[in-house]
Every structure is written in structure tokens, then in C-alpha cells.
């Protein structure tokens, strides 16, 4: 099984910026769309951004104009750049990867999560 890592979780404060990042323990296998999720206690996971190998990408109505997300070519390794954070963008995030298109679920693989935490 394919393993992901991700680095760059923390503390910032209410307007900062932040950069996460998620790399595969291969970057042979498929792992076409690759994205994250964040998850806080009593909650289910969300989407909160995607994209595929093709560059197509998806942001949760949340963090659309705050985040961006970029994967660099022909690896399967991600990011995540957040700014103008808010307390609500606080949680656990996952990094996922899965062989199929932009919305095509959440099967596949995960990473481990790393905290972030937005505080004044």
C-alpha cells in the first residue's frame, strides 16, 4: 500500500498563512487525483480542495479565494497553501490519493493528518 506523508501542520494566527504538503511513497503508481480533506471531533471528513494530474481542481465553497492547491508534474506529491486562515479552518488534515477523476470518491489512500490550528 501506497504510503503519504504530510509536513507543514501547525499554529498560526487568525489571517495567516500556512503550507502543507503530501508526498506518495511512489511516484509510479496512480494516484490521479490527489486532494485534502479536513476533519474536526463529532464531524465527518470534508473535502476541502482537489486536483488531478491534469490540473483540474476543486475547492469547497469555504476556502474558495483563501487556498490553493498545486501538484508538481509527473509526481504524486501535493500542496496546500492557505491564507486569510480562520478559526473555523482548524482540524486535522488528511492528504488522499486515488486513481480516478476530480470527484470520483474518497477511496484510495491516506496519510496520517497533521494538526492545524487557527488562534488569535
Known amino acids: 500500500q501506497v504510503q503519504l506523508v504530510e509536513s507543514g501542520g501547525g499554529l498560526v494566527q487568525i489571517g495567516g498563512s500556512l503550507s502543507l504538503s503530501c508526498a506518495a511513497s511512489?511516484?509510479?503508481?496512480?494516484?490521479?487525483?490527489m486532494g485534502w480533506y479536513r476533519q474536526t471531533p463529532g464531524k465527518e471528513r470534508e473535502l476541502v480542495a482537489a486536483?488531478?494530474?491534469?490540473?483540474?481542481?476543486y475547492y469547497a465553497d469555504s476556502v474558495k479565494g483563501r487556498f490553493a492547491i498545486s501538484r508538481d508534474n509527473g509526481k504524486n506529491t501535493v500542496h496546500l497553501k492557505m491564507s486569510s486562515l480562520k478559526s473555523a479552518d482548524t482540524g486535522v488534515y488528511y492528504c488522499?490519493?486515488?486513481?480516478?477523476?476530480?470527484?470520483?470518491?474518497?477511496?484510495?489512500?491516506w496519510g496520517q493528518g497533521t494538526q492545524v490550528t487557527v488562534s488569535s
Open positions: 488522499h490519493g486515488r486513481c480516478g477523476g476530480l470527484l470520483s470518491g474518497n477511496t484510495g489512500s
Open positions: 486536483i488531478t494530474s491534469g490540473h483540474s481542481t
Open positions: 511512489s511516484d509510479t503508481i496512480c494516484l490521479s487525483t
